[in-house]
């Protein structure tokens, strides 16, 4: 008889994302997770299996949660503009560090592409209609993701409205 989870998956999660996004993929271990969650290293082989899939399974369940943070901050700032729809996702888990995980992943490649597109898709029916229009939703997510990118790493910033007015 399986013994019920006192801890379920998504609290581990957050812990080995917690891990991978301040020390590294090097870091995420069975016992520094166990450590940091209050389950036994081998609870944690038995539910994964290996260090890789742990990894992937907490990969894919950050990306099941910024999609639906994507999808709910797209339908809240429907009616308006680009810097908006921005505003709205700034609340997202870290996504640079995700991206950045995910791009080492071929199997999670496509679910960072799909994600792009749907913020582009977005960030376009928010512009003014021109046959530009994709091209510069592309631009301003770009710089978006930069600006997150380097705001993070200690950079100076740059106004994210006025990047927006220029290119849009």
Known sequence: MARTKHIPDHN???KVLALLFSDGEKSVTFASVASLCGLAPSTLVQRYHSCPQMLDAALVAAWQQVEAQTEAAIAASEGKGAQSLLKALAGLISTPALLNASLCRSNLIPRAKAWREMIEHALAARLVV??????????????????????AAGGKGFRLGEAIKRLG
């Open 12 to 14: 581990v999660f957050e």
């Open 130 to 151: 021109s046959p530009r229009s994709t091209e510069t939703a592309a631009l301003i997510f770009a710089a978006w993701q930069g600006r997150l990118l380097w705001t």
